[in-house]
């Protein structure tokens, strides 16, 4: 485990060990088991840290130890699967995007910027680039029609992706013309865990 390097990409970043941490809704601590090598750096770990730390996951999974280069190599197209990310800006663009939650009434705890990153809800007029307003602490009480956070599981590999979607209990459905986001998924509480409802969007 390259420490150093983690500790360079934060400071770059600009983000801790809580904010790595909260794109798995953990406790930091975790991460600090990770890098000191009492909880090995999983695959659903090294997505959180390369989309927390904004860097490739074929990058983080060497770094950390967990793969060899050919493999890291293997599984990095999959990283492109999600269709929304946490934002973190430059100082400027985050002032700005303050700003705007500001004015929205909307700087409160467990409200976060994200940016779509997919098409899976362009019908509903989320496009690439969007920012979106996530409040986690609405997660628990979203409901019909609501635009939402997920993320999908798959225990067996240790992946998770990220899903925006609309929920229609008990499933979430994209708005999307793509065949490949025509795919309900059920919110099961295991497999499907809904993360936060987006509250406001708006467009750079």
Same mark, same amino acid.
């Given at each position: 485990?390259?420490?150093?390097?983690?500790?360079?990409?934060? /400071?770059?970043?600009? $983000? %801790?060990? *809580?904010?790595?941490?909260? +794109?798995? &809704?953990? =406790?930091?601590?975790? #991460?600090?088991?990770?890098?000191?090598?009492?909880?090995?750096?999983?695959?659903?770990?090294?997505?959180?840290?390369?989309?927390?730390?904004?860097?490739?996951?074929?990058?983080?999974?060497?770094?950390?130890?967990?793969?060899?280069?050919?493999?890291?190599?293997?599984?990095?197209?999959?990283?492109?699967?999600?269709?929304?990310?946490?934002?973190?800006?430059?100082?400027?663009?985050?002032? /700005?995007?303050?700003? $705007? %939650?500001? *004015?929205?009434?909307?700087? +409160?705890? &467990?409200? =976060?910027?994200?940016? #779509?990153?997919?098409?899976?809800?362009?019908?509903?007029?989320?496009?690439?680039?969007?920012?979106?307003?996530?409040?986690?602490?609405?997660?628990?009480?979203?409901?019909?029609?609501?635009?939402?956070?997920?993320?999908?599981?798959?225990?067996?590999?240790?992946?998770?992706?990220?899903?925006?979607?609309?929920?229609?209990?008990?499933?979430?459905?994209?708005?999307?013309?793509?065949?490949?986001?025509?795919?309900?998924?059920?919110?099961?509480?295991?497999?499907?865990?809904?993360?936060?409802?987006?509250?406001?969007?708006?467009?750079?």
């Amino acid at each position: 485990m390259d420490v150093m390097w983690f500790k360079k990409q934060q /400071k770059k970043a600009g $983000v %801790t060990t *809580a904010d790595i941490a909260k +794109r798995l &809704g953990r =406790d930091r601590s975790v #991460v600090s088991h990770i890098y000191t090598g009492r909880q090995r750096m999983s695959l659903e770990w090294a997505k959180a840290f390369a989309e927390t730390l904004e860097v490739p996951l074929d990058e983080v999974l060497k770094r950390a130890g967990a793969l060899d280069e050919p493999r890291a190599r293997e599984l990095q197209p999959g990283f492109s699967d999600s269709d929304a990310a946490v934002w973190r800006g430059q100082e400027t663009e985050r002032r /700005k995007a303050q700003s $705007v %939650t500001e *004015a929205l009434g909307l700087d +409160r705890p &467990g409200i =976060d910027i994200w940016q #779509v990153k997919s098409l899976a809800m362009s019908l509903q007029g989320l496009l690439p680039g969007d920012m979106m307003a996530v409040d986690q602490h609405a997660a628990e009480h979203v409901r019909a029609g609501d635009t939402v956070i997920a993320q999908r599981y798959d225990h067996t590999l240790g992946v998770a992706v990220t899903l925006l979607r609309r929920f229609e209990p008990p499933v979430l459905v994209a708005a999307s013309v793509a065949a490949d986001d025509r795919r309900v998924h059920v919110v099961d509480g295991n497999n499907i865990v809904i993360r936060g409802k987006i509250v406001a969007s708006w467009r750079e």
